[in-house]
């Protein structure tokens, strides 16, 4: 295979499938979800099979944890994965929504109206579901979309494509529309990131070894997730039942997500009464706690942090804690440390989560809630692309809005400029 010329005649399909894709009706788009939908729930058992063998490879060859994690599907997340594209289908259709129209002293009337990007390459390690999830969202926005899967997903994925393909078919729609790179050669993903001509954005969604070869090679703008080093700050007015609580499942519902908590914060005044049943909790579960000289003097079997740790996203049961005086030093370790995605400060003190909710620098920031709500599905987006922690366009979990753009529109009624 010649893999520049294939990838090539893949965006070149997409560019057309984008046109058609731009005209699709609501109707039309939504019956595709819905064929998709049904399509996932009728062939799950091929799903997990073929899950299977994914996850029987990326075992023998010795993947990571946090990476199998990932890739394992199971019946329930299958069912999710159904549940996440109809979700989709029921949510408003934001293309040609028009907004903000104003009649100026010409007496033309000047708004926005809402529109596809165009081409979204989408490339991603290991999560078969963000197949799925991305081609529903790129198709409901009027998107058509590349994907690129990990080589340790590819049997998932492809099936997971077909009947992508076969409900866009069903509906009248272009199979074009959503295509997945069929090669597990990595140098697909340096001719796709280069594609100027055929596509308009690029999403990747992976760690830093994969974010930094993007950056360093895209000729594609893009829209970017970085990692998930996220806090849990215990403020001195933190209920101590509700602190234990959210630090359990911001930390240990699951390790390799990234909004999973990898660092927690302990204002001092709170620091004896609440790390020693956190440090049991965690203790419990297997977590390893990596600490100050503060903590350490209260938690025996911790061991000590170092700089590099307050930056880490550990993808794994190991959390960095840190007492601090009070707000002002969680805020400014947060805002030096972390990866701007997710944090959480727990208080029962109305102005100080007023504070951190405006000057923590993150795409979510909470209060009394575990980091891991940072999701499109919780977030009622039905699914999400990724979770950008750009600043500009999308920023946060990327839904349906954050694949559109606005242009301005002009009405008028024969007004010509004096």
Known sequence: ??????????????????????????????QALQQIAAGIRRHSTAILEANHGDMTAAEAAGLEAAMLDRLRLTE??????????????????????????????????????????GVIGIIYEARPNVTADAAALCLKSGNAAILRGGSEAIGSNRI???????????????AHAVQVIDTTDRAAVGHLITLRDYVDVIVPR???????????????????????NCHVYLDDDADAAMAVNIVENAKTQRYGTCNTTESLLVARSRAADLLPPIAAMLGAKGV???????????????????????????????????????????????????????????SGDYGKALRFL???????????????????????????????????HARGPVGLEGLTSQKWIVLGTGQVRG
């Open 288 to 346: 390893e706690i990596r600490g100050c000289a503060e903590t350490l003097a209260i938690v025996a079997n911790a061991v000590p942090a170092s700089e590099e740790d307050y930056a880490t996203e550990f993808l794994a049961p190991i959390i960095s804690v840190k007492v601090v005086t009070g707000i002002d030093e969680a805020i400014e370790h947060i805002n030096r440390y972390s990866s701007h995605h997710t944090e959480t400060i727990v």
């Open 160 to 174: 997971i494509a077909k009947l992508v393909q076969e409900g866009l078919v069903a509906a009248g729609l272009p």
């Open 76 to 117: 329930k997340s299958v069912a999710q994965m159904a549940d996440g594209v109809e979700q989709i289908a029921a949510l408003p259709d934001p293309i040609g929504e028009i907004s903000e129209l104003k009649f100026r002293p010409s007496g033309i009337q000047v708004g926005k109206m809402r529109v596809p990007l």
């Open 206 to 228: 992976g760690g830093k070894g994969l974010i930094s070869r993007l950056l360093a090679e895209s000729r594609v703008p893009m829209i970017q997730h970085l990692d998930g």
């Open 1 to 30: 295979m010649d893999i520049k010329q294939y990838v090539e005649t893949v965006g070149q399909q997409a560019r057309q499938a984008s046109r058609a894709m731009a005209r699709a009706d609501t109707r039309a788009k939504n």
């Open 358 to 392: 405006r000057e923590v620098d993150s795409a979510s920031v909470m209060v009394n809630a575990s980091t891991r709500f940072a999701d499109g599905f919780e977030y009622g987006l039905g699914a999400e692309i990724g979770i950008s922690t750009d600043k500009i």
